[in-house]
C-alpha cells in the first residue's frame, strides 16, 4: 500500500503555504505572502497578516489541489502550523485545517512550525540518519537541536539570549537605511565588502560563557557595536563603509552560528548538521557551513532557498514524519500556541 497523502498549511507569519506530500515525495507546493505590504512600515503588521491569509487561503489550497492533480477526496490527513508565530495568522490556517479535518473525517496534525524547517530538507534529500543536529536560523529563531525521530525525540540544544540572526540583520539593515526586510539586502551588499575590515564582537565567545552557554547565541551586543560604529564616523562626518560593515557584520553572526553548530555535532558524536530557516538563504552561512562541516567530517544538509522561507512543504514533510512515527494526531480542540515549545512537535 502506498503511504499516505498529507495535505499541509502553514500560516504562521506572513506567508501562506499549502502543499501535498506522499511519504518524502513532494506533490506540490503554492505559496501567498503579504510581505510587499510591510515594506512601508518596516515591519509586519500582524492584523494585515491575518487578513492576509484570510483571503489567500482558499484560492492557495485551490491551486495546491489543481496542480498535484487530486481531490480532496484523495488526502489521507491533514497537518497545520500550531506554532510558534503570530496568534492571529496562526488561527487562520489552524481553523481551516480543522474545518477540513472535521468535514473530512481525517487524522488532523498540529506541528511545530521551526522543526517544520528540518522537515523538508527530507523531501530534498531523502531520509535523515537515526541522529542529527538542527541549526534553525530565521526572524524568530535561532536554535540547535539534537534530533533522533523527528517526530518524537526532539532536544533544545540552546538558542539565542535575544535577537534572532535574521532579526539582527533586519535591524543592521534599518540602521544603515536599506529597505524592509533588511536580511537580504544586507547579505546582498556584504558580498561587496571586505570581511576583515572591522573586527566586530563575537557574543558568548568569552571562556566564562563558553561554558554556561555553550549552545547558545547572543547578536544584541554586535547589533550596538554595528550601531556605535556607524555613529561615531557620521559624527565626524566620515563616510561610512556600508559593504564593509555588513560584511563584517554578517562574517561575526555566521562565525558564531556555524562554530557553535560544529562544536554541537563533535560533542553529540553525530556525523550530520542539518540547517533551516529563512536565515539560511545567507550567502555567507551557507559558504562557512560547507567549509567548516567539511573540516569537521560532517555531512552538511542545508535545502536549496525556495525552501528555507515558510512553505507548507515543511509542514506536510513533518506531518507525514508523524504518521511514519505513529504519532497520534491531534485533538480537534488543540489551541495554536504563539510561543510553543521547540520540544513539543506534535500539539496535544
Ligand atoms: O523563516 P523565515 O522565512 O520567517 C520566520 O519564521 O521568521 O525567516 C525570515 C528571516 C527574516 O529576518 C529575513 O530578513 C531573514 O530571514 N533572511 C535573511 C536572508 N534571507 C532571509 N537574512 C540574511 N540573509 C539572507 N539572505
Ligand atoms: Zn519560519
Known sequence: MSEPL?????STCDETGVAL???????????????????????????????????????????????????????????????????GSLTVGVSAAKALAAVLGLPLYGVNHVIGHLAVDELVDG?????????VVSGGHSSLLAVGDLATDVHELGGTLDDAAGEAFDKVG????????????????SQHGDRTAIRFPRGLAAAKDRQRHRYDFSFSGLKTAVARYVESLEDDGELVPVADVCAAFSEAVNDSLTAKAVQACLDQDVDTLVVGGGYSANSRLRELAAERCKAAGITLRLPPLRYCTDNGAQIAALGSAAARSGVAPSPLDFAPDSGMPLETVVAR
Request: hydrophobic letters at 45%; zero cysteines; a negative charge.
Open 6 to 10: 498529507i495535505l499541509g498549511i502553514e
Open 127 to 135: 531520509p535523515l540518519p537515526r541522529r542529527f543536529v538542527g541549526l
Open 21 to 87: 506530500v506522499r511519504g518524502r515525495q513532494l506533490l506540490t507546493d503554492v505559496t501567498a505572502t503579504s510581505m510587499d505590504e510591510y515594506a512601508r512600515y518596516g515591519g509586519i503588521i500582524p492584523e494585515i497578516a491575518s487578513r492576509a491569509h484570510l483571503e489567500s487561503l482558499l484560492p492557495t489550497l485551490d491551486a495546491a489541489l489543481v496542480q498535484a492533480g487530486v481531490g480532496l477526496d484523495q488526502v489521507d490527513a491533514v497537518a497545520v502550523s500550531a506554532g510558534p508565530g503570530l496568534i
Open 174 to 189: 534599518r540602521l544603515l537605511g536599506l529597505p524592509y526586510p533588511g536580511g537580504p539586502h544586507v547579505d546582498r551588499v
